[in-house]
């Protein structure tokens, strides 16, 4: 989810800066350093990017799998376990950049309505959404 997220919400704000400030930006971010400088000001390349949503994509159908194992609604059985939380960013996050590519796999989509409907994962769920600090987000269809 990183390489959609930087190219779809952070990028913009990139390319808006001049190289040096890019550059200062990026030498200011000692564990991110190195993956924004190969995002660069232009982004990464239509291949990354197409690679980084194929791993996600083939994650939502390990979880259509699990879910139609377990007899669901949950990854692993009825109750909340630690492999719900540990996804649910990522899902999260995809859905805030208008990017859910899984509306066609029925038990992720039901697993993601539960998990939003839940109070137990609301408050797990990040509050700071991409969508909210980065207006263009909103306009993307």
């Known amino acids: 989810m990183r390489v ?8 913009p704000s990139y390319q808006k800066m001049s190289r040096d400030e890019f ?3 990026a030498e ?14 232009s982004g990464f390349p239509k291949a990354e990017m197409d ?23 949950w990854l692993a059985w009825q109750g909340h376990q630690p492999r719900d939380v540990a996804v649910m960013p990522a899902l999260v996050r995809m859905n805030d950049l208008n990017m859910p590519d899984w509306q066609d796999l029925p038990r992720v989509t039901a697993w993601f309505d539960n998990i939003r409907a839940s109070r ?6 990040i509050m700071d959404r991409c ?11």
């Open 28 to 41: 200011s971010k000692p564990i991110r350093r190195e993956f924004l400088l190969s995002m660069g000001q």
């Open 120 to 125: 137990r994962f609301s408050r797990l769920i």
């Open 131 to 141: 969508s909210e600090r980065f207006p263009h987000l909103r306009d993307v269809t």
């Open 51 to 73: 690679n980084a949503l194929g791993r996600l994509r083939r994650a939502y159908e390990r979880m259509e799998a699990e879910i139609e194992t377990s007899g669901g609604p």
């Open 4 to 11: 959609p997220t930087f190219n779809l919400a952070f990028l």
């Open 23 to 25: 550059i200062a930006h």
